[in-house]
């Protein structure tokens, strides 16, 4: 079962034979077009400029959509745009505030996503500044979005937090915005899918008719798809090299499909065909596949009275039982961070090791901020771990 508002174009022809035979008796709702229509709950509004918006006009569009519905979610696209557009804005006196993104544990994020909760259904004014974490399985209803510009299924879904229950008086408003300073050269699946949306984005504003009417309805969904897959074709058979688990060059369709490079060297060495019916190389293809592509070192952070226990117990305990409980705990109180930047903090003494060769690391309590998580800049002054 293929259950989403966003289906890419999983049966398109530009995907060749990794291609899925899906025809139109088997879809679910016998009338697509109509529930789209249906469950219409909020107004897009693109607001393109000529060399992107600067953060004082992004701050200025939230303090306007602050005052016409209350509420105001700002998701982008990176973790340097939410804690710089963040800053900007924190001190709002207004509404209050708040930060959202991975560079917060799992503990931390939790309890902010609660306040905003409560803030929402005593109808208190806040904002919340987010990376697209708050995209899935968040379920969370805000009068205003603006979402700086990515692919159309990314729009799509933070439009889904807004006016999510369809109780508010009008229709949600959800500004898509080009961002002067944010940097997506290292995220290239988020920059692909933005220049396609922009392009889906601008033959609407010139005949919005061809997509009737709705930039987030079936018509406007096919054609991202149409564009996004065209030009990253070649890709979605996710070639493997020599140096993999596979030990060739091959790719991971093949690997999961029929396999035909195993059969034939199968064939080679044996003179027959092999005569198991399952033929994929179903290991080999799991130890290859990485759902993130750049790997991370995860680091504990003190976050609360309870993060700082965690390190203090994990400093002073040798027992492998406690230790094993006291890392299954500190899961919450984590934070992962991209092998570059590890090392950078490792040489900067910002982390540390919890013993020495047990490849368990903290935070330094200095670099963990209770607004917006960790930082590599101090945030707060020295308070000793007691161990």
Not at 258 to 274: A, D, F
Request: hydrophobic letters at 35%.
């Amino acid at each position: 079962i293929l259950c989403t508002a966003t289906q890419p174009l999983l049966n398109s022809e530009i995907l060749g034979k990794r291609a899925l035979s899906i025809g139109p008796d088997q879809q679910m709702m016998p009338d697509v077009q109509k529930l789209f229509a249906d469950l219409k709950r909020v107004e897009i509004f693109y607001r393109r400029k000529i060399g992107g918006w600067t953060i004082e006009e992004v701050a200025n569009l939230v303090e306007e959509e602050l005052s016409a519905t209350g509420s105001v979610l700002v998701i982008v696209n990176t973790k340097k745009s939410a804690a710089a557009l963040f800053r900007h804005i924190q001190e709002n006196p207004k509404a209050k505030v708040y930060h959202l993104s991975t560079n917060m544990c799992p503990a931390h994020r939790l309890q902010f996503l609660q306040e905003i909760k409560d803030c929402l259904t005593n109808e208190q004014p806040v904002i919340c500044v987010s990376t697209q974490l708050i995209e899935a399985g968040v379920d969370i209803d805000f009068g205003s979005v603006i979402r700086y510009i990515a692919g159309l299924d990314s729009i799509a879904q933070a439009a889904g937090r807004c006016n999510r229950n369809g109780a508010r008086p009008q229709r949600g408003r959800v500004f898509v915005v080009n961002q002067l300073e944010e940097n997506l050269e290292k995220l290239a699946d988020i920059k692909i899918g933005r220049e396609k949306a922009e392009r889906v984005l601008e033959e609407f504003k010139t005949n919005s008719a061809q997509f009737q009417e709705d930039i987030l309805g079936l018509k406007a969904m096919e054609r991202y798809y149409q564009y996004y897959f065209y030009d990253r074709k070649e890709d979605m058979s996710y070639t493997v090299s020599p140096n993999s688990e596979a030990g060739r060059d091959d790719n991971l369709f093949n690997l999961l499909a029929t396999n035909p490079k195993s059969v034939e060297e199968y064939y080679r060495v044996n003179s027959e065909q092999p005569k198991m019916f399952l033929r994929q190389s179903f290991m080999t293809a799991a130890k290859i596949f990485e759902a993130i592509d750049s790997p991370t070192q995860g680091v504990i952070v003190p976050y609360g009275e309870k993060g700082i226990q965690i390190i203090n117990q994990l400093c002073a305990e040798n027992d492998i039982q406690t230790q094993y409980r006291l890392l299954k705990e500190a899961q919450r109180y984590s934070v992962n961070v991209y092998c570059n930047q590890f090392d950078q903090l490792i040489r900067q003494k910002i982390i540390n090791e919890v013993q020495e060769g047990a490849g368990i690391y903290y935070l330094n309590e200095q670099y963990y901020s209770d607004k917006f998580g960790l930082s590599d800049e101090k945030v707060k002054d020295m308070d000793f771990l007691s161990i």
